[in-house]
């Protein structure tokens, strides 16, 4: 419970362990008590602290609804806040993973051939399926790769992934701070803009390849600097023209004054490694990415011959540009709560429905009357404050029925009671309205429809409102004396005995009382975050 705090779904999932940690929050193991499934929740705490860090969830939380691949981590569900625009956490539910492919790395010494190719199989068959979609990863490193024990493998963490639209199809210009630098690009190095390619997750792909066959890092560079060191002692200086494509100035001088460097071949770099590999890898580490091959050109290598199929590798309709506007524009903190929240509730249909039809029903398990009268609230600091008149929204929830009202004395009445004193309390109201419709001095009424008449509400004279009088107001005040009516109004003082009754010598003057507040009708709202309902 303290897991969930607010969250009413949470009931849902019975948490087994802490599985991981970071600076995001922390992931949980547990048990889906609807499905009998083991699920993985991931709790993003105070996400919209820092807009960039909340633009980052939404990326991910949208680009894996929208990428749908047996290579790529599946979401399953996310739990509905309490709040529309209050909620500060998110818990997403993933499917289980057991490991992630640095543990596997780290923690097995004895992988296969069939591993190894198996592995690169299917992280190229989901980067194909990414790709096809125009959307860049940009940030794949082992961590990044989960695994279960059945070697499957699954790419995850999309918050540094991008979507290169239509009118952009092959490079976009985005800031370096991309794959961690151990996997990151020699064309990204030293840079803080650069014009890419999909190529640079091919490349980060081939440096994982290379952990698998060595058990250790490719290219462990300390720095920028020393990052370009080691990837040109492997590939060698490279070629004049390739350097000439390096948009970064001060890179392309390093790399120009760097004394010429032979490539070493793979086949010493990995020598136990299978020669097929080896060619596929030297193909996906070339130094120009326009060298390097596709993950599509990759999966119909050689390497893969008794592996491939077609028909299990999949491409994927284009992103839309329209779901990713929000790259293209700067956004408030309280317009990535909206768009975040628009996404929680792909996972929750029929609330989706609502909120796209614009009613919005209450679809909650429990009404809260508190957050009833915090919708009213919220409504009259929005609405009056600038001047607006309208009554805030009716209330479409009301509390259960009671069979009895409880008195001070502890006796009880029943309802017919309580009805049968309503009834007594407006026969005496309209005797008192009939003995003062008789008088016409000091006379407090207001025509009403039928011509039934009751007491007002303070109505006064237009000169209390000092500089808003009009000459409209002056021949209205005159015509009410006219008829026998006081400008000196004054509210009713309620009699104990009866709600409709006041007394004429309890009157209260109102230029002695000061200006009434104005009235406010009173309706109950429905809710704190303008969807007519809690949960």
């Known amino acids: 419970m303290d897991f969930f705090t607010e969250y009413g779904e949470g009931n849902r999932y019975k948490i087994e362990e802490v599985i991981g940690k970071g600076s995001y929050g922390v992931v949980c193991s547990a048990l889906d008590t609807h499905t009998g499934e083991k ?30 691949h047996p290579d790529i981590v599946e979401i399953k569900h996310i739990l509905l806040p309490p709040s529309r625009r209050e909620f500060k ?9 057991e490991s992630d492919l640095h543990q596997v790395i780290k923690a097995n010494d004895d992988l296969t051939p069939e591993h190894y190719q198996f592995f690169l199989y299917q992280l190229l068959r989901g980067l194909k399926y990414i790709h096809t979609a125009n959307v860049f990863h ?6 990044n790769i989960l695994a279960n024990a059945d070697c499957k493998l699954k790419i995850c963490d999309f918050g540094l992934a991008r ?36 190529a640079i997750d091919i490349w980060s792909i081939g440096c994982i390849f290379a952990e698998l066959l060595t058990g250790k890092p490719l290219f462990p560079g300390k720095n920028v600097v020393h990052q370009l ?9 490279p070629s004049p023209e390739a350097i000439s494509r390096i948009r970064n100035e001060k890179a392309k001088r390093y790399l120009s004054s760097m004394r010429r460097k032979k490539p070493i071949p793979f086949t010493h770099k990995f020598p136990n490694a299978d ?37 299990r590798e999949p491409a994927a309709q284009p992103v839309m540009k329209l779901e990713f506007e929000f790259e293209r524009r700067r956004i408030t903190k309280e317009d990535i709560r909206e768009l975040i929240y628009r996404e929680i509730l792909e996972y929750h249909p029929n609330m989706l429905r609502e909120f796209l039809e614009g009613t919005e029903s209450t679809g909650f398990m429990y009404p809260s009357a508190v957050d009833h009268f915090k919708k009213q609230f919220a409504y009259l600091e929005e ?100 008829n026998g009516v006081s400008p000196r109004s004054s509210y009713p003082k309620r009699i104990p005995t009866c709600k409709g009754e006041t007394s004429e010598a309890d009157r209260i003057d109102v230029r002695q009382t000061g200006q009434p507040k104005p009235y406010i009708p ?7 975050d303008g969807r007519n309902g809690h949960w």
């Not at 940009?138 to 961590?143: G, V």
């Not at 009173?522 to 704190?528: E, F, G």
Request: aromatic share 8%; hydrophobic share 35%; net charge positive.
């Open 39 to 68: 699920v993985a929740i991931k709790k993003i705490n105070d996400i919209f602290e820092h807009v960039s860090d909340a633009t980052r969830i939404l990326r991910e939380i949208k680009l894996l609804r929208l990428l749908r």
């Open 89 to 97: 956490d998110i818990y997403v539910v993933f499917e289980l993973m």
């Open 138 to 143: 940009r940030d794949l490193k082992p961590k």
């Open 163 to 198: 979507v290169a639209f239509s009118d952009t199809p092959t490079a976009i210009f985005w800031t370096d701070y991309v794959a961690t630098r151990w996997y990151r690009a020699p064309e990204l190095c030293g840079s803080f803009f650069s014009k890419y390619t999909p």
């Open 229 to 237: 060191d080691i990837i040109t002692d492997l590939l060698g200086t």
């Open 275 to 311: 020669p097929l590999a080896l060619r596929l890898l030297e193909r996906m580490l070339a130094f120009d990415p326009k060298d390097r091959p596709s993950a599509e050109e990759a999966l119909a290598d050689p390497y893969f011959k008794n592996i491939a199929n077609v028909d």
């Open 383 to 482: 609405h009056y404050a600038k001047g607006s008149t309208a009554a805030p929204p009716e209330r479409q929830h009301n509390s259960l029925p009671r069979p009895s009202v409880l008195y001070s004395d502890n006796r009880t009445q029943s309802t017919t009671n309580v009805t049968e004193d309503l009834s007594k309390c407006v026969i005496r109201d309209d005797a008192r309205r009939a003995q003062l419709d008789s008088s016409s001095v000091g006379a407090n009424r207001v025509p009403q429809a039928g011509g039934a008449t009751r007491p007002a509400r303070g109505v006064g004279s237009a000169e209390r409102y000092g500089n808003y009088a009009s000459p409209a107001a002056d021949q209205y005040e005159q015509r009410r004396i006219a």
């Open 522 to 528: 009173n309706k109950l709202p429905t809710t704190v």
